[in-house]
């Protein structure tokens, strides 16, 4: 399996495990800054030079090394699954992707002809019934976690979990995990236990939010989303996400983290 979703600053002054709706172009940029003085031009996740990717194959065995041996402070960023999977839903199934199409090809008929999501279109402001859509789009994202059914899950909204445990079931282990909802003192953390070759100061740095104005606005607050059949969904799928980053199932209005992250139980668990 190797290390997917890995993400290493060229000078190995740390080492980042993606986490898809997770502040990971924020975090890309700011590692990409540390290194080269610049931001890069672009969405970072297109960024082919200027930081190791373990999807790039001169980058492995550089990456593998420095997890198993644990050369570098390593981290990775975790979100309250509530908001996470209102990001995907906003953003992979009714947006329009930066490539000027919808995510996946035929995705949005195959959603609309099985579940019967409407999701609107730039022609017409996107306007649509989000709640009704969103709840039928969380059937969907449970069947295809569940069952894998009509199709394998994808990374937007497979469980956070799962994208950190592959680190740790390879021999990797965190030395940090930060909360989206408290993304500056997390960050500072990282920043303060690492030494990089250009000085980065959170106060300066974007955010770069790449999937916004691309789809429709969010019109309803987080909780509106989820009647009681939804939460169900939710604690069926990310039950394990809300225990271990500590976010609170009960309240989705509770955007944050109830409580500190443990280590030990994260690296116990996830690496079983």
Not at 46 to 68: R, V
Not at 95 to 108: D, E, P, S, T
Not at 124 to 138: A, V
Request: glycine share 8%.
């Amino acid at each position: 399996m190797g290390f997917p979703g890995v993400w290493m600053t060229e000078s190995e002054s740390v080492v980042y495990r993606v986490v898809p709706k997770c502040a990971c172009s924020t975090i890309g940029q700011i590692m990409y800054y540390s290194d080269n003085g610049e931001f890069f031009d672009g969405d970072i996740h297109d960024a082919t030079s200027g930081m190791h990717k373990w999807a790039f194959e001169d980058s492995q065995a550089l990456i593998e090394t420095n997890i198993t041996t644990h050369k570098s402070y390593t981290f990775t960023c975790v979100r309250n699954p509530y908001t996470r999977i209102l990001s995907s839903f906003f953003d992979k199934i009714c947006g329009i992707q930066r490539n000027g199409k919808r995510y996946r090809g035929n995705l949005v008929p195959l959603l609309a002809q099985k579940y019967g999501i409407e999701v609107g279109s730039p022609e017409t402001g996107f306007e649509f019934d989000q709640i009704k859509s969103f709840r039928r789009f969380l059937l969907f994202a449970r069947d295809t976690i569940r069952w894998r059914r009509p199709m394998d899950p994808d990374i937007h909204w497979s469980a956070t979990s799962g994208h950190v445990s592959t680190l740790i079931q390879n021999g990797g282990q965190y030395d940090a995990i930060v909360h989206t909802e408290n993304f500056n003192e997390g960050m500072q953390r990282v920043i303060d236990a690492i030494e990089t070759p250009h000085a980065v100061n959170l106060a300066e740095i974007p955010r770069f939010n790449e999937s916004e104005g691309h789809g429709p606005k969010r019109l309803h607050p987080v909780e509106d989303y989820f009647d009681d059949l939804s939460m169900h969904l939710m604690f069926e799928i990310y039950k394990r996400d809300f225990r271990l980053f500590k976010y609170d199932f009960e309240n989705p209005t509770n955007k944050m983290p109830t409580g500190e992250i443990d280590l030990d139980e994260i690296h116990a668990k996830l690496g079983q």
